[in-house]
């Protein structure tokens, strides 16, 4: 976990998101990268020039520079807060860098990915304009198509220690791989990992069977104590979800985010909504085929 990514959005719950990446960061002794991207197709025009199309690309072009002037302000300002964090707690390998770029979020995130080669994204699951990850946005198109796990944090008042995970599985060939993941990236936190099957099939399917393989695959491995397996015979996902969450004291949500799999079930289907999900202020963790 050498690289972190950021994508921020100056919204007030970004500092929320810089935390969590600091807080993995300071277990890996990773660097932070934050990322900001602005809109660069703003067209002004003034008919009362007869060369309107020049004046407004003058202007234009003005107005981006004052734009990525008070971005990268904006930025530094981020940037200069975790690094006082950093030199406050004394963590000497832990280093923030930034990057801005003109251009559309989900398509400039995709690109700096490819270049930065993250082994993780950090970033808000709702920003300004209160879009989130249930309504179409950045972060839930990220979440579909980043190549690494993506961690996207609700609009929550403050930092909440990671301590109880909830896996979601499907019974996909990768859950092994997932799960391993799962320890080594929040291992420092000591987390405990349920590894949840919310089954629709009633009687026709045996997810028994399927959750006694995982058991038996895991049980002689140092994670075992920390790790447990549930059966949900589901009618109302998002009542069982919910009770769930809350009764388990859950922390995070993981899961493999693939077109049939959990993260599919909740926003095609439609059975739970945003507020349902994040009234408990659980972040979401995916990761990818």
């Not at 700096?112 to 080669?117: G, M, P, V």
């Not at 249930?134 to 909440?160: D, T, W």
């Not at 909740?266 to 739970?272: A, C, E, H, R, S």
């Amino acid at each position: 976990m050498k690289k972190i990514l950021v994508p921020v959005d100056f919204s007030e719950h970004t500092e929320i998101s810089c935390k969590y990446a600091l807080e993995i960061a300071k277990k890996f002794n990773s660097e932070i990268r934050l990322f900001y991207s602005y809109f660069d197709q703003i067209i002004v025009t003034d008919s009362s020039f007869p060369t309107s199309v020049d004046t407004g690309t003058m202007l234009n072009e003005q107005l981006m520079r004052d734009i990525e002037v008070i971005a990268k302000n904006d930025i530094r300002e981020i940037q200069t807060k975790i690094s006082n964090e950093i030199h406050k707690e004394h963590i000497k390998e832990v280093k923030v860098t930034y990057t801005i770029v003109p251009g559309e979020a989900e398509f400039e995130i995709q690109e700096i990915c490819d270049e930065y080669k993250p082994d993780l994204i950090i970033m808000g699951s709702s920003g300004k304009g209160k879009k989130d990850i249930f309504s179409g946005s950045v972060s839930r198109k990220i979440m579909n198509r980043a190549n690494v796990p993506v961690l996207a944090i609700p609009p929550i008042p403050e930092y909440q220690e990671i301590k109880n995970v909830m896996y979601s599985t499907e019974f996909n060939d990768l859950d092994i791989e997932k799960i391993n993941k799962l320890f080594k990236i929040f291992n420092d936190f000591n987390i405990n990992v349920t590894c949840v099957h919310f089954n629709f099939d009633g009687k026709k399917t045996d997810p028994e069977q399927k959750i006694n393989k995982l058991k038996e695959i895991f049980k002689d491995k140092i994670e075992a104590d920390r790790l447990s397996f549930k059966i949900i015979e589901c009618e109302n996902l998002k009542d069982d979800l919910s009770n769930f969450v809350e009764k388990n004291s859950i922390d995070l949500i993981a899961f493999i985010s693939h077109k049939t799999g959990f993260f599919s079930r909740l926003f095609k289907q439609q059975k739970i909504t945003k507020a349902d999900l994040f009234k408990a202020n659980i972040p979401l963790f995916a990761m990818h085929e």
